[in-house]
């Protein structure tokens, strides 16, 4: 079955800690893999894309295809990294032969002072 | 415009009304989808629309029905809704093919 795990629903750090965000994929086949994030009261902004290779706010993710993973690594938390993060597996193939995006469980993040 | 702007932001509606939610965006994008989202869960594919043809459903219920009028606009129907659809419902936009999407901020439906 094609699908993404984020095996942990919650994390607490204190600020300046590493975090990693572990997420596992089951996929036949080339993965196209995100990480989505969900601040507070704000809509659901995409954070990484594994083709694009970047660092956003500090949080890379590498795509491991040897463990099936794509974990999302920052070395030093910020408070305002606190938010729930979503991996996010797309072509996914439906009932009808289409692709689409699914999303994991998510992970709530806190960084405390 | 990077946005995608959804109205109404909320809507309380009885089991028996008729409503519609709202999606726009003007970057160009030709695909579009509408997910839910319930509280705490993560968000779950209703439907997708690529270059204004519906290409996705997942069999959702009819009291459920898309509309895309055009490129920038996705609409979605409400009808003989249950209790159990209160819920966020998120629309997104993206190029077709292998892009990330842009949310929505959500219509926050409850449905009394």
């Not at chain 2, 606009?73 to 249950?82: I, P, S, V």
Request: hydrophobic share 30%; with cysteine.
């Amino acid at each position: 079955a094609q699908r993404v795990t984020q095996p942990e629903k919650l994390l607490s750090v204190f600020k300046g800690a590493p975090v990693e965000l572990k997420c596992n994929y089951s996929y036949s086949g080339s993965p196209e893999l995100f990480w989505y994030v969900q601040y507070s009261r704000q809509r659901l902004q995409l954070l990484l894309r594994h083709i694009s290779r970047e660092s956003i706010k500090g949080f890379t993710a590498d795509l491991n295809k040897g463990e099936t993973s794509f974990h999302l690594k920052k070395p030093f938390a910020q408070e305002e990294d606190s938010a729930m993060y979503y991996c996010a597996l797309n072509g996914v193939i439906t009932q009808g032969g289409s692709e689409k995006l699914v999303f994991g469980k998510g992970m709530k993040l806190t960084v405390n002072p | 415009d990077t946005e995608v702007t959804q109205t109404p932001k909320h809507l309380v509606m009885g089991m028996t009304n008729k409503k519609s939610l709202k999606c726009e965006q003007h970057m160009g994008h030709r695909a579009m989808y509408w997910y839910k989202q319930k509280a705490k869960k993560p968000p779950e594919l209703m439907f997708v629309y690529s270059y204004e043809k519906l290409s996705i459903n997942e069999s959702v219920p009819s009291r459920f029905s898309p509309e895309c009028p055009n490129s920038s606009l996705l609409n979605l129907h409400l009808h003989a809704l249950q209790p159990e659809d209160s819920a966020l419902y998120l629309c997104a936009s993206s190029q077709v093919g292998v892009y990330g999407y842009t949310f929505g901020s959500g219509t926050r439906l409850t449905v009394v």
